[in-house]
């Protein structure tokens, strides 16, 4: 199996001390006596997904965008899933009202999508995304990342957004394994927070009931600490903390019989020194379990032959993330538990190469990916990167990302303090000391693979719901009965393509499973009888709504707020004054005066540096919408039109392609429907003399307008369907336009959710803006194996 058991030389009493504990081990059934490979056989297979979001940065002002990218996986392997899937992202205001909610549509694992946050008021907001299946689970189950919106145009002192002290703290002390046990050396943990639940430094002293000091405290890392001691019979403990007198924490009595835990990690072997109440006299068996996520990896009998005893482990036995070790008695029932972190390091894979540390206002950034993998491991899907100032950040970096995310937070119940910092050494604690203290204090009691092997397993409907699912009944116009067997059709508007069919059972029913539907559009239902008579009245189901409201209390239990950086509010004043400045009311500069001296008519004049006139603008009629596509109309309406599916040219000449203003490939292009076209324009590049052909879509309130002319057996009916993510715009400066006077303030420089590879390498190119700061770029993604990808790296953009 790799692992031996060892006698250790017998423990030396420490005098004088004991423990503190306030969490007894968690209880379980009781299980009747019965041969250990029937407990392990009797496991069962657990099936979980994971959503875990992407988002470009935590700081916003009204008006900003929030980008998003949403991995969907496994949750034992990490692998993405390879099927279509619904997820559900919302954003919620710290009063639990989801202001903000879109459905995405999940391929293989992966969705992109975006909000606006123009009407959005300024506080805090949580990012909240679910499946239909992780509902099933609770609030835990779902993904949770705080945000900050806000509006201030003054730069704050730092002390007018400091937190008050707060005098009400809670310590709690938890000893390993699960409980303490008398006459023997006890490893103890404690956490120590605030009314807000965040960590605070506290020391004090544990003392016996005679007064008597017995040990000393202090927390070590966000809050967390841990001492040892050993309890001995017939006395009482209580622990006192410094600066507060008042408080004189009582501590049980520790239990005569029992396993006393202790956990180390050497190098690649994992130690646990076992021991139990030296005056007993009694050697106990035991079972060593160790399982991942609900699956056992090994067990094996003990049998102690002294009062001490060491199990050593190979390390390399376990996975990547946490593990659960459990202690069984001769009856299976347990009577020692604790959480272990696995971190081999072979997950950090993006190696992120930029062409300089250093760079000026408005200059080009290029920067080389590499992800070197194993031979059989590939990356078959796209990875997501963003660019960001880090005054754009709570702490001035990520509070949270796709590593800490799945190997972390996913498997613990209830909020974690920072928990992208568990990784990282720091001047005090290493990351495994960091995260083995997390794993004695708020992994004991809520791993949450406990609650999914407690859980019923979801339907098969929950787990593959795909599209919008539209149903209804149909009956005969006349006699008022069911239409059985009429044939139901749902097709779009104007556009020849049939989203579904069904017919109606024997009380008129019909379900269409499945449909997809982007963005809010009508479509078309009919119902004809068996014969093709129309004459029939078709009433549709309401679609289920998603809650309006988020209970706060769950909310806060699921993630910490995040603090308003006060380099943020400095940043973002200024950038709102000097946009205001330019832009005073619609994005223009104010002029002393203007004369007027000629007029053009011919074509619409257009805002977007690209071009300014359109040599010729087309404006779309309900009759083009027989074209079904915006490049089926272009080849039959311009000259020397060419599609060759990869490009077109229109009179010859390759041609940049514009949505709205903003470029685009020729994929985007193609998934404009006609009916949301309003008018395009044929230009030319007022610099390079490049042929431009630029879509503008109708307002979102006039989009899909059709006469609702009655017709029997049809109904025109509106759906809200999948968000169709809009594209990031970052700019291109040239020697012609890099000193435009428009300010560039972005603080989100680059948003790439679908950066794609190939043979393990890619570059993305983009440029500064106007604000002199330090920069972070994140890179994440999921490989073929389900390895976690995560690469970070830094530059600075100084003064002109």
Same mark, same amino acid.
């Given at each position: 199996?790799?692992?031996?058991?060892?006698?250790?030389?017998?423990?030396?009493?420490?005098?004088?001390?004991?423990?503190?504990?306030?969490?007894?081990?968690?209880?379980?059934?009781?299980?009747?006596?019965?041969?250990?490979?029937?407990?392990?056989?009797?496991?069962?297979?657990?099936?979980?997904?994971?959503?875990?979001?992407?988002?470009?940065?935590?700081?916003?002002?009204?008006?900003?965008?929030?980008?998003?990218?949403?991995?969907?996986?496994?949750?034992?392997?990490?692998?993405?899933?390879?099927?279509?899937?619904?997820?559900?992202?919302?954003?919620?205001?710290?009063?639990?009202?989801?202001?903000?909610?879109?459905?995405?549509?999940?391929?293989?694992?992966?969705?992109?999508?975006?909000?606006?946050?123009?009407?959005?008021?300024?506080?805090?907001?949580?990012?909240?995304?679910?499946?239909?299946?992780?509902?099933?689970?609770?609030?835990?189950?779902?993904?949770?990342?705080?945000?900050?919106?806000?509006?201030?145009?003054?730069?704050?002192?730092?002390?007018?957004?400091?937190?008050?002290?707060?005098?009400?703290?809670?310590?709690?002390?938890?000893?390993?394994?699960?409980?303490?046990?008398?006459?023997?050396?006890?490893?103890?943990?404690?956490?120590?927070?605030?009314?807000?639940?965040?960590?605070?430094?506290?020391?004090?002293?544990?003392?016996?009931?005679?007064?008597?000091?017995?040990?000393?405290?202090?927390?070590?890392?966000?809050?967390?600490?841990?001492?040892?001691?050993?309890?001995?019979?017939?006395?009482?403990?209580?622990?006192?903390?410094?600066?507060?007198?008042?408080?004189?924490?009582?501590?049980?009595?520790?239990?005569?019989?029992?396993?006393?835990?202790?956990?180390?990690?050497?190098?690649?072997?994992?130690?646990?020194?076992?021991?139990?109440?030296?005056?007993?006299?009694?050697?106990?068996?035991?079972?060593?379990?160790?399982?991942?996520?609900?699956?056992?990896?090994?067990?094996?009998?003990?049998?102690?032959?002294?009062?001490?005893?060491?199990?050593?482990?190979?390390?390399?036995?376990?996975?990547?993330?946490?593990?659960?070790?459990?202690?069984?008695?001769?009856?299976?029932?347990?009577?020692?538990?604790?959480?272990?972190?696995?971190?081999?390091?072979?997950?950090?894979?993006?190696?992120?190469?930029?062409?300089?540390?250093?760079?000026?206002?408005?200059?080009?950034?290029?920067?080389?990916?590499?992800?070197?993998?194993?031979?059989?491991?590939?990356?078959?899907?796209?990875?997501?990167?963003?660019?960001?100032?880090?005054?754009?950040?709570?702490?001035?970096?990520?509070?949270?990302?796709?590593?800490?995310?799945?190997?972390?937070?996913?498997?613990?119940?209830?909020?974690?303090?920072?928990?992208?910092?568990?990784?990282?050494?720091?001047?005090?604690?290493?990351?495994?000391?960091?995260?083995?203290?997390?794993?004695?204090?708020?992994?004991?009691?809520?791993?949450?693979?406990?609650?999914?092997?407690?859980?019923?397993?979801?339907?098969?409907?929950?787990?593959?719901?795909?599209?919008?699912?539209?149903?209804?009944?149909?009956?005969?116009?006349?006699?008022?009965?069911?239409?059985?067997?009429?044939?139901?059709?749902?097709?779009?508007?104007?556009?020849?393509?049939?989203?579904?069919?069904?017919? #109606?059972?024997?009380?008129? +029913? %019909?379900?269409?499973?499945?449909? *997809? /539907?982007? $963005? !809010? @559009?009508?479509?078309?239902?009919?119902?004809?009888?068996?014969?093709?008579?129309?004459?029939?009245?078709?009433?549709?189901?309401?679609?289920?709504?998603?809650?309006?409201?988020?209970?706060?209390?769950?909310?806060?239990?699921?993630?910490?707020?995040?603090?308003?950086?006060?380099?943020?509010?400095?940043?973002?004043?200024?950038?709102?004054?000097?946009?205001?400045?330019?832009?005073?009311?619609?994005?223009?500069?104010?002029?002393?005066?203007?004369?007027?001296?000629?007029?053009?008519?011919?074509?619409?004049?257009?805002?977007?540096?690209?071009?300014?006139?359109?040599?010729?603008?087309?404006?779309? #009629?309900?009759?083009?919408? +027989? %074209?079904?596509?915006?490049?089926? *109309? /272009?080849? $039959? !309406? @311009?000259?020397?039109?060419?599609?060759?599916?990869?490009?077109?040219?229109?009179?010859?000449?390759?041609?940049?392609?514009?949505?709205?203003?903003?470029?685009?490939?020729?994929?985007?292009?193609?998934?404009?429907?006609?009916?949301?076209?309003?008018?395009?324009?044929?230009?030319?590049?007022?610099?390079?003399?490049?042929?431009?052909?630029?879509?503008?879509?109708?307002?979102?309130?006039?989009?899909?307008?059709?006469?609702?002319?009655?017709?029997?057996?049809?109904?025109?009916?509106?759906?809200?369907?999948?968000?169709?993510?809009?594209?990031?715009?970052?700019?291109?400066?040239?020697?012609?336009?890099?000193?435009?006077?428009?300010?560039?303030?972005?603080?989100?420089? *680059?948003?790439?959710?679908?950066?794609?590879?190939?043979?393990?390498?890619?570059?993305?190119?983009?440029?500064?803006?106007?604000?002199?700061?330090?920069?972070?770029?994140?890179?994440?993604?999921?490989?073929?194996?389900?390895?976690?990808?995560?690469?970070?790296?830094?530059?600075?953009?100084?003064?002109?």
């Amino acid at each position: 199996m790799g692992w031996v058991v060892n006698n250790n030389e017998s423990c030396q009493m420490i005098k004088n001390l004991t423990v503190l504990i306030l969490f007894s081990l968690l209880s379980l059934a009781t299980l009747s006596a019965q041969d250990i490979e029937s407990w392990v056989n009797a496991k069962n297979t657990l099936l979980f997904e994971k959503i875990y979001v992407h988002v470009d940065r935590e700081l916003y002002s009204p008006g900003d965008i929030i980008w998003l990218k949403a991995y969907q996986v496994n949750g034992i392997t990490h692998q993405l899933n390879s099927n279509y899937r619904n997820i559900f992202v919302q954003l919620v205001s710290d009063q639990g009202k989801v202001v903000k909610d879109m459905t995405l549509f999940s391929i293989n694992g992966l969705a992109a999508g975006e909000f606006r946050t123009d009407s959005l008021l300024s506080g805090t907001y949580t990012i909240r995304a679910t499946t239909k299946y992780l509902e099933n689970f609770g609030e835990d189950a779902c993904f949770h990342q705080k945000i900050w919106i806000s509006k201030s145009l003054k730069s704050p002192d730092v002390k007018e957004i400091a937190q008050p002290e707060d005098s009400k703290i809670d310590v709690a002390f938890l000893p390993e394994g699960g409980n303490l046990v008398l006459n023997t050396v006890n490893n103890v943990a404690f956490k120590a927070i605030d009314s807000k639940g965040r960590g605070i430094y506290v020391s004090g002293e544990i003392r016996n009931d005679i007064g008597d000091t017995i040990t000393s405290f202090h927390t070590s890392y966000l809050g967390m600490g841990k001492f040892l001691m050993m309890p001995f019979d017939g006395r009482a403990y209580y622990a006192t903390v410094d600066h507060f007198p008042e408080l004189k924490i009582p501590l049980p009595s520790a239990q005569i019989t029992g396993i006393c835990m202790k956990y180390k990690e050497l190098d690649e072997s994992l130690v646990f020194d076992l021991s139990v109440n030296m005056k007993e006299n009694k050697h106990p068996v035991f079972y060593f379990i160790a399982s991942h996520k609900g699956a056992v990896l090994f067990h094996q009998e003990i049998r102690m032959t002294d009062y001490t005893q060491s199990v050593k482990v190979i390390k390399s036995l376990f996975p990547d993330g946490i593990s659960k070790i459990t202690l069984l008695d001769s009856m299976l029932i347990p009577i020692a538990e604790r959480l272990i972190f696995i971190n081999h390091g072979n997950d950090n894979l993006i190696d992120l190469h930029l062409n300089q540390k250093e760079f000026k206002p408005r200059e080009a950034v290029k920067i080389d990916i590499d992800i070197p993998l194993t031979a059989d491991d590939s990356i078959n899907s796209t990875m997501s990167v963003v660019v960001v100032n880090k005054n754009y950040l709570s702490t001035g970096e990520n509070s949270q990302n796709i590593k800490s995310y799945l190997l972390l937070d996913s498997d613990l119940k209830g909020a974690i303090e920072s928990p992208a910092a568990y990784f990282m050494d720091n001047q005090y604690n290493t990351s495994t000391e960091k995260l083995d203290l997390l794993m004695l204090v708020q992994g004991w009691r809520t791993y949450l693979w406990d609650d999914i092997e407690q859980t019923p397993t979801p339907s098969s409907d929950d787990w593959n719901d795909a599209g919008i699912n539209i149903s209804g009944h149909v009956k005969k116009l006349l006699w008022n009965t069911p239409a059985v067997g009429a044939e139901v059709t749902m097709d779009y508007v104007f556009r020849n393509f049939r989203i579904g069919k069904t017919t #109606t059972d024997a009380n008129g +029913r %019909f379900l269409l499973k499945h449909a *997809y /539907l982007v $963005d !809010t @559009l009508k479509v078309m239902i009919n119902a004809r009888m068996k014969k093709g008579s129309r004459n029939t009245e078709i009433t549709l189901d309401p679609l289920p709504k998603k809650e309006k409201l988020v209970s706060i209390g769950l909310l806060n239990k699921a993630c910490f707020d995040i603090d308003l950086n006060p380099d943020f509010n400095h940043d973002n004043s200024i950038r709102q004054k000097k946009e205001l400045e330019f832009n005073p009311e619609k994005g223009t500069i104010l002029l002393s005066g203007v004369d007027v001296v000629e007029k053009k008519t011919k074509a619409f004049s257009r805002s977007f540096g690209t071009y300014a006139w359109a040599d010729k603008t087309f404006k779309l #009629t309900k009759r083009d919408y +027989r %074209f079904g596509s915006v490049i089926r *109309y /272009l080849m $039959d !309406t @311009l000259p020397a039109s060419q599609d060759y599916g990869d490009y077109i040219q229109i009179e010859g000449k390759s041609v940049g392609l514009l949505i709205d203003g903003v470029p685009c490939d020729l994929r985007d292009f193609r998934t404009i429907h006609m009916n949301d076209v309003e008018t395009i324009d044929k230009a030319y590049d007022i610099r390079s003399g490049a042929l431009i052909i630029a879509i503008y879509r109708k307002p979102i309130n006039h989009r899909y307008e059709i006469d609702d002319e009655y017709v029997k057996g049809r109904i025109l009916p509106k759906f809200g369907g999948f968000h169709r993510p809009a594209l990031f715009y970052s700019p291109k400066y040239t020697p012609e336009n890099i000193n435009s006077p428009k300010p560039d303030f972005r603080p989100t420089l *680059y948003w790439n959710p679908d950066v794609n590879f190939e043979n393990g390498k890619s570059s993305i190119n983009f440029f500064t803006s106007d604000i002199p700061a330090d920069y972070v770029v994140y890179m994440e993604g999921i490989t073929k194996k389900g390895k976690i990808c995560y690469g970070t790296t830094h530059f600075t953009v100084n003064k002109k």
